[in-house]
Each structure stands twice: as C-alpha cells, then as structure tokens.
C-alpha cells in the first residue's frame, strides 16, 4: 500500500474513461453495464484513488444489510453511545452516518471520500434526545467518539432494499467505498436473495469482508447457526470471519437500547485487531484494493464491449435511415427523369397551356406536383425506417423522427413522434421546392439580361427588350422541359426559339442542376430529422479503444 504516482495516475485516467462512457440504447445487457460503470467510479472516487493517494489513512468499515438487521443498532453499540437512529420504522437510516475517533475527524471532514455528499455536523446528543436526521439530501453525518480506536471509522449505510430507490442506490455507493465490508443480516432474513448478491460481489472482488447474524432466538441459536455457515461454505465463503448475536431485549421493542458490550465485543476487538495490528491491518486494506484493481481485468473488458455492442446498434439503426433515404433519393430522381412531376393538375395545367392556362398556374402546379413527389418519397423511406426500427431493440423509446406523412396501417404511432410533425415535413418539402423556383426565375432573368447586353444604343436596346421573351413564360417553359420527360418535348422547342439552341441548352443544364440540389436538399433535411435523436445520444467507437488503452497502462504499472 505504498504510495505509487504512476499507478494512481493510470487508475486516474482509467476513472476519467469510464466516466464518459454513454449507454443510452436500451440493449440486452446495458442495463447492467450502466451499474457496473456507476460501481467502477463509486470504487474509484469513493475508495481506490483515495485509498492508494493516503495509505495511512483510517480504515473505513461499511456497516450494511437489509431493512431490519439491526445496523444501526449495532453501530451505536460498538461505539456505547446513540450516534444513529435506530427504530421500527423502516427504513430508519436514511442518512449515511460516519463515526470516527476525535483525532481522525480531519481525514473525513474533506472531500477525500464520499466527494459527492456534503458534509453535516450536529450538536452532539445524549441518550435521552437521539440525534436528528438532517435536512439536506445527499448529506453525510460526520460524529466522533473516543471510544473507537484510532485508525477505525464506521459508516452505517442505509438500507440495501430499502423501498427508497435513492437509499438502495446510495448504499450501494457507500460498501464501494469501504475497506471492510460488514454484511448483517438476521435469523429470519439470512438467505434473502439480496445480502447473498452483496456477499458474492465481495467474493468476486476478492474484499474484506466479515457477517454478522443478528437477532438470533436462543432456542435456535446453534441450528441457524450451522445452516447460515452452509451457506458461506457452499458460496465459497467460508472463510470469512462471522460473529453471531443472540436476540435481546435491547434489539427488540424498537431498537431503542445499546446492546450489552459482551454481544459485540467479539465483532469490536476483530475490528480493532485490524486497526491496531500492522500486519492484519495492511491484510485487510490490501487485499480489499488489490481485489478491486485485480477486478478491472474483466470489468472494463465487459464495459467496453457494451460499448461496442452500442455503436454497433447505433450504426446499424443509423445505417438504416441513410439506405431508406439513399433508396427513396434514387427513386424520385428517376421519377423525375421520366416526367412523373406531369401528372395530375399539372398535367392538366400543361395541355390548356398558353390558350387556357397561364405561366404562373402552369408554374405553380409543377411545383405543387414536384413537392407532393418529394413526400412521397419521404413517407417511404419513413415507412421502411420505422420497419427496420421495429426489429431493433435498441431502438425502443427512440423516435425516428415525424409521423408518417400519408395514411398508415392502424397501429400506435412512433414513441416520441408530434401529431404535427407530418405537416411540418410537408411544410419544409414546400419551401424548399419553392425556394428551387425562385432560383429557376433568376436563373432565366440572368439568362435574358446576358441576351440584351450586345444592344448598345437607346434604339436598339428598345428594340431588344422589345424582342426579349416574358421571363416568367421562359421559366414555365424550362419548369416543364425539367420536370415533364418526353411529353413535354414542344416546350424544349419553344425555348430554343426563344433563346436559341444554346441558351436553351445552357438553361436546361443549370436547371437541372438546381433541380438535383433541390431533391438532395429536401431529402437530406428530412434524413438529418431522423437522424437527429440518434446522432444526439452521440454514441461514437472511441470509448471502446480507450477503455482498453486506459486498461493496458493500469496493467502494466500493476
């Protein structure tokens, strides 16, 4: 337990890797990858680094155990004296009470361990007014007491089942911060499921760690006795020390007494054994730090799979919009080579044009065609989104964008999709095919302005203008040599006799450039939206390499 600065400093950046791994997809299995993380940087905050920066620090034992155990009781009897509530009421402990001797007060005033909760100091109280729980939430009473030895701090934790999440969740911080684990559990209690899930997370973390049997019946004292230490053997806990007290008058009727010193004199002079003896001293601390590091060999593997499992149904959930859309831009493309923008109203429009139907009606029903092609084609790739998204699981709770912009098969609606939302994808599609006229119309004012520059006198640039076609007839000429395919050749043939071969060629080029970017535009703002909740959970491969790079710098200074 020397002070090494190598080691801590790769334990250090091993803490900051963990710290920004992200497991937001609900996968198989990531929920318990989120606690193991959550338990990595409990360990390392709240007790590794600390640990290995003040070897010499006081030994830290974690008094935890179901609701009922007797925990608080048992601490204020190893101190002989109320420190923490105890009661009937369950769950009592609600704020995690730290007691150490007065000379050891410094090293847990700071935030040395437990940096998270805020330090409460109360007045100390007597036996006939018992101290008061403070108001602050995420606090940690700090008392003192000559009674304990110095070097041993005792934290009694809330309850590990505590019907509280907050109170489950912080008791399980708190046994990652300690250097002994004291597990209690009682007669009736001893083969609940979840002091069984502690102790065999002890054992795999190789920890210091000592049980206590509390509220044993005398009557049945030997038989509970003897099947509890089956128990451990068949665990593979054998070994661990284990005190067993009787039920007493003082544990019963609401906890209210110090139980008599014989009942925990055994657990008290262990405790103080470790503190005081150098060699079961650094045996316990030692072997509870070595645990932990020895640990991260397949905890940080594990982590860093689950990160790769994420990114791996984040591509695959990604991968899944860019085909649909890649797919659908494709195919409205060719629509519109074929001229599938004619149809319709537009088709109408086009064979009533110039005797019964306008430039601008013909214009406006083109784009009108033009936008309801583009939603279309963003329905189905919606449609084949929502498909794909469907068989993944992580893909659950996580909208993948708007509602379907056309009628639907009867089913609920996408998680987190607005009934708006279709409208609003409409909307946008519009503007943006709106927009593709306006620079159509400059496009071909451009082009007619280059055609009046050759006329240099008064006369002949009246003569030209004159001369010059309508503007908006040349643009829903181009519009439908564009949009309409082989039917609407004879305007092609209007507009070379209005600007000749090359002007009517150098226009349906640029046209049909603006004409691309505008599919590509409306298209790819739609793709974006749907990529939007995806690409926000910022779920990237690196942390993965990091994990593992920060895991073979802490192997090497082991």
């Not at 600390?50 to 030994?59: I, S």
């Not at 209690?189 to 002091?195: H, L, S």
């Not at 609401?254 to 002079?269: K, Y």
Request: hydrophobic share 40%; proline share 8%.
């Amino acid at each position: 337990m020397d002070e090494r600065p190598q080691l801590i400093d790769a334990l250090s950046a091993l803490r900051d890797r963990v710290a920004a791994v992200r497991l937001p997809l609900p996968l198989p299995g990531a929920l318990r990858a989120r606690q193991t993380r959550a338990e990595l940087l409990a360990q390392l905050d709240d007790y590794l680094v600390p640990r290995l920066k003040d070897p010499d620090a006081p030994l830290l034992a974690v008094i935890g155990g179901s609701t009922g155990a007797g925990k608080s009781t048992l601490v204020n009897s190893i101190v002989g004296r109320r420190v923490s509530e105890a009661g009937v009421l369950r769950p009592t402990t609600r704020t995690p009470v730290l007691v150490c001797h007065p000379e050891d007060h410094h090293w847990f005033a700071g935030m040395r361990v437990l940096p998270q909760l805020t330090r409460v100091w109360l007045p100390q109280q007597d036996d006939d007014n018992p101290p008061e729980e403070p108001p602050e939430d995420n606090a940690l009473r700090v008392e003192t007491a000559a009674t304990l030895p110095r070097g041993l701090a005792l934290l009694d934790a809330p309850d590990i089942d505590s019907l509280v999440v907050e109170n489950r969740l912080l008791a399980a911080e708190l046994i990652c911060a300690a250097d002994i684990w004291v597990m209690v559990t009682t007669a009736s209690r001893y083969a609940d499921a979840i002091p069984w899930h502690l102790l065999r997370t002890a054992k795999e973390y190789d920890a210091t760690l000592v049980t206590v049997l509390d509220r044993v019946p005398h009557q049945v004292i030997t038989e509970v006795s003897r099947q509890y230490e089956a128990l451990l053997d068949k665990a593979g806990l054998g070994d661990v020390p284990r005190f067993t007290i009787p039920e007493l008058p003082e544990s019963t009727g609401g906890g209210s007494g110090l139980l008599p010193d014989t009942a925990v004199a055994p657990l008290r002079g262990w405790l103080t054994h470790c503190v005081q003896d150098p060699a079961a001293r650094q045996q316990a601390v030692g072997r509870t730090a070595a645990g932990v590091i020895d640990s991260l060999d397949t905890r940080m593997p594990e982590l860093a799979g689950a990160v790769a499992a994420q990114y791996a149904a984040a591509v695959r959930l990604g991968g899944a919009v860019e085909s649909a859309y890649e797919e659908q831009g494709r195919r409205v493309r060719e629509l519109v080579r074929r001229g599938a923008v004619l149809a319709g109203d537009a088709r109408t429009r086009w064979r009533a044009y110039p005797r019964d139907s306008s430039a601008d009606e013909l214009l406006d029903s083109l784009v009108e065609s033009l936008s309801a092609l583009v939603q279309c084609a963003v329905a189905a790739a919606d449609e084949r989104v929502r498909d794909a998204w469907r068989r993944e699981p992580a893909a659950a709770g996580l909208a993948p964008g708007p509602a379907p912009l056309g009628p639907t098969p009867s089913g609920p609606p996408p998680l987190g999709a607005r009934k708006d939302e279709a409208g609003d994808a409409g909307e946008r599609i519009a503007m943006t095919v709106r927009r593709w006229r306006r620079l159509l119309e400059e496009m071909v004012e451009e082009e007619v302005r280059d055609m009046d520059r050759p006329a240099t006198s008064r006369a002949g640039k009246r003569a030209a203008a004159a001369a010059a076609p309508d503007t908006e007839t040349l643009t829903a000429l181009l519009a439908a040599v564009l949009l309409g395919g082989r039917r609407t050749r004879a305007a092609g043939d209007r507009l070379a006799e209005l600007l000749g071969a090359q002007g009517a060629l150098r226009l349906r080029d640029k046209g049909g450039e603006l004409v691309a970017g505008c599919l590509d535009r409306a298209l790819h703002t739609e793709r974006d939206r749907r990529l939007a909740p995806l690409d926000a959970l910022d779920v990237t491969p690196e942390p993965q390499a990091e994990l593992i790079a920060a895991l073979s710098v802490l192997q090497k200074e082991k």
